[in-house]
């Protein structure tokens, strides 16, 4: 974390000013310790020149820059909110998911009514609690300078359902940046993917990929289908009904064979042509690897989700 200055500080009405934005001459507090403040603004840019900012005349024991960065941002954060709840206006946010790897986005106040403050929710107090019109909390913003919630903290979330957005201020600059750290949060723990019946684990989405290819036989142009799961590619031979039935209706023949190989029989992209199949040995290599950088063409489908815990643990036994 780069050395933290005071770049905010209160008026005499209590509005927030940025050091940036404020005018010599003009009475300024600290938002911790309320005590009078020096505004350090000489003009200079450059190397070498520090950023307009605030002091102390005399520093108040437990009142840091961290601490200011903190309650200031978490003041300004509210202001946006319920700013924005009046107004009936949205927040889209996006995040990348720690669950299912994807990248999530909403309207962060779709269902939200109020926001609150430091609102005591017994267990814990977050510097927001956003709520529905039954005073019921949805998601709370913990703002994250040196500390994050504790595990307690964090478990109490989980079990009651509420989604913890979490921003991580690591500079003064953040606090011009409130909006773009209000929109890509670093933490938004939640997922809009099913759960797992069996395991209660996020389903992770599941991609089919169509690849226009060339019959290894007869070379005459043969579609070949393969499935993305699990951080594996799969042949038909693990498809499900569903996938099967996806595959044919794109114009994928699919057949069971012997495999003199794998000495079994198992299902397999074949030749509408000369009735040839391609063997799992030769599906990655012939042709999903050369699909994927773009070699021979080929197209995405999304078909639903699966459990990659359970996946794994399928291939395992």
């Known amino acids: 974390m780069t050395k933290l200055l005071y770049t905010v500080a209160t008026k005499k009405d209590g509005q927030f000013i940025q050091a940036i934005d404020a005018e010599k001459g003009n009475d300024f507090y600290c938002p911790i310790c309320k005590e009078k403040l020096i505004l350090r603004k000489s003009g200079n840019t450059g190397k070498g020149s520090k950023r307009p ?8 024991p437990n009142c840091t820059p961290e601490s200011a960065l903190h309650f200031s941002f978490k003041n300004l954060l509210f202001k946006e909110i319920d700013g924005k709840i009046n107004l009936k206006l949205p927040i889209n946010i996006s995040w990348h998911c720690k669950y299912c790897n994807d990248n999530h986005k909403g309207n962060l106040l779709k269902k939200v009514t109020s926001v609150k403050l430091e609102h005591n929710l017994k267990v814990c107090q977050p510097d927001l609690t956003l709520l ?3 005073n019921k909390t949805i998601a709370v913003f913990e ?21 913890l957005i979490q921003i991580n201020l690591t ?23 099913p759960k797992c019946k069996t395991c209660g684990n996020y389903k992770l989405k599941s991609q089919m990929k169509i690849i226009d290819g060339e019959c290894w036989r007869c070379k005459n142009t043969m579609k070949i289908a393969s499935t993305f799961k699990s951080y594996m590619n799969s042949s038909p031979k693990y498809f499900s009904n569903q996938e099967i039935e996806f595959a ?7 057949k069971v ?14 030749c509408r042509n000369c009735g040839s199949f391609v063997g799992d040995f030769h599906i990655i290599s012939e042709y999903i690897t050369p699909a994927e950088y773009g070699e021979i063409p080929s197209e995405s489908y999304d078909i639903g989700f699966h459990c990659q815990h359970c996946d794994i643990l399928l291939l395992k036994n």
């Open 248 to 254: 044919r209706s794109k114009g994928v023949l699919l």
């Open 143 to 163: 703002v994250v300078v040196t500390h994050k919630p504790e595990q307690e903290v964090l478990n109490y979330y989980k079990e009651n359902n509420i989604i």
């Open 171 to 193: 500079s003064h600059k953040d606090i011009e940046l409130l909006e773009e750290k209000i929109s890509n949060p670093d933490l938004v723990d939640i997922c809009f993917n």
């Open 257 to 270: 064979h012997y495999s003199s190989t794998m000495e079994c029989k198992y299902l397999a992209n074949t």
């Open 53 to 60: 900012h605030f002091a102390h005349n005399n520093l108040t």
């Open 132 to 134: 529905d019109n039954d």
